[in-house]
């Protein structure tokens, strides 16, 4: 099933998607490398409901509950799940990638999790056959809870579809198998009705993005100074919670904070560092850095490896009130040379410098032209991820425990950056042969 105008592919159980980039459906920062889909249902009373699927051709797939506001409730990561008897899982360390047989099945139940979902941490060793663990959930249950009027909401995510593969990873969407109470049992469609797919979204109005209101109200503060809320040289920001990401904008920012865990629909495996650019400084913004080992995948790796984590990107987005992403770059994109440091340039395409291309070793990322996409032409959003990070991994985001420490934590692998101009690039940074 298609919908007009929209590219990718949907059922009726997962009709709300994909979500990427353009040409997608653009909204809550989506990550260009990455595709979401999500499911609103309500499992009717006695019922059981679970879902037959295979594992994607891709680096990374994950299933997360959320209620009303966005916030996550439960989350279940690939290297969790356990495949069908006979079958195999191919994203644990060492497996086979290619192998045919990658089919699984996971419950859904619509009761309270047994804990609010902490943020994810790649384990060390694949889970074995029956390991029991504090992250290993046996029989494959994600637990997904009513809200509103009885409404559940899970979202399915795909992380870099291996190439020649589509948005699915080449495996199409998990399917529902619906039982009910009097034992009937409903496949795929035909499920679809029971579980009243169809029913409108009950949502808070901030569960996407700050709501315009909150937005002009933070943007439009006196005698602000030039390029605000940016700064020169920029400041980074690890992700915190909704009332941080506000006091960017008003400088009320309190001492400590929390990680995010609400608003926004976020995958609890990943954490976030971001700023805030302007055109004002320079049309040209330069960041220097060096990317964590990462899993190779994009080409059909036959082996699934251990790296110091699982996916690392930097996007340019727009504003938190449209939360549009304006474009990405994740690790297997990005030029390096062979001590794993890059060079990536952020400008509008009219001001691209004809070196900033991979041919030269360098990658270029888009400003929207209409800047946050609301009322200032200038201002843009830079954030890095980090998922899934290896305990043994001790520069990641996800080590950040508190604020203005972000710099010291993640060493060289935090961003150098400054503002140039598009001819000032092209003199000073020549193609260089030695990048990759």
């Known amino acids: 099933m298609n919908i007009s105008g929209i590219p990718g592919p949907r059922t009726c159980f997962w009709s709300r998607g994909p979500v990427s980039a353009d040409p997608y459906m653009n909204i809550a920062y989506p990550d260009a490398g990455v595709f979401y889909w999500s499911a609103v249902f309500t499992i009717p009373e006695g019922a059981t409901l679970k879902l037959e699927g295979e594992f994607p051709h891709s680096r990374y797939m994950s299933f997360i509950s959320y209620d009303g506001r966005g916030i996550p409730q439960e989350s279940m990561a690939d290297y969790l799940i356990n495949a069908n008897e006979g079958h195999a899982n191919p994203f644990l360390e060492g497996a086979d990638r290619t192998n045919p047989k990658r089919s699984y099945i996971v419950k859904f139940k619509n009761e309270a999790a047994p804990s609010l979902q902490s943020e994810g941490v790649k384990l060390l060793k694949p889970i074995l056959e029956n390991q029991i663990n504090n992250r290993t959930r046996v029989d494959n249950t994600l637990h997904a809870p009513s809200y509103g009027l009885k409404q559940q909401s899970v979202l399915y995510r795909i992380y870099v579809p291996d190439e020649d593969t589509d948005e699915t990873g080449g495996v199409g969407l998990p399917s529902p198998v619906l039982t009910l109470k009097n034992g009937t049992i409903y496949r795929g469609a035909d499920a679809c009705s029971f579980l009243k797919t169809r029913q409108p979204l009950q949502i808070k109005p ?6 315009l209101e909150k937005y002009y109200e933070i943007t439009s503060i006196p005698d602000r100074p030039m390029g605000h809320p940016a700064t020169n040289p920029p400041t ?7 009332k941080f990401l506000i006091g960017m904008y008003t400088g009320e920012m309190p001492n400590k904070a929390r990680k995010s865990t609400g ?6 495996d990943n954490n976030y560092i971001r700023t805030f650019i302007n055109r004002k400084f320079g049309k040209v913004f330069v960041l220097r850095g060096k990317i964590p080992q990462t899993p190779k995948t994009l080409k059909g790796n036959k082996i699934m490896t251990q790296e110091e984590m699982v996916y690392w990107s930097l996007c340019s987005v727009q504003g938190f009130a449209n939360t549009r992403v304006n474009g990405c770059l ?3 994109q990005v030029p390096i040379n062979k001590n ?4 990536i340039v952020v400008s509008r395409e009219a001001d691209r410098p004809r070196n900033a291309r991979t041919e030269c070793g360098f990658g270029w990322l888009p400003i929207a032209d209409e800047g946050d996409g609301l009322e200032d032409e200038n201002i843009g959003v830079l954030q890095i991820r980090n998922m899934l990070a290896s305990p043994n991994f001790p520069y990641a985001i996800q080590n950040i425990k508190e604020i203005g420490t ?9 961003p150098k950056s400054f503002y ?3 001819e000032a ?5 020549p193609c260089y042969p030695e990048f990759e």
């Open 406 to 414: 972000e710099a010291k934590v993640m060493g060289d692998y935090f």
């Open 420 to 422: 140039t101009s598009k």
């Open 263 to 268: 608003g926004f629909y976020p995958n609890v």
């Open 236 to 242: 980074w920001y690890l992700q915190y919670d909704r």
């Open 340 to 343: 794993g440091e890059f060079m």
């Open 330 to 332: 994740f690790d297997e």
């Open 425 to 429: 690039f092209e003199v000073f940074f």
């Open 206 to 211: 901030d569960a996407i993005g700050i709501t």
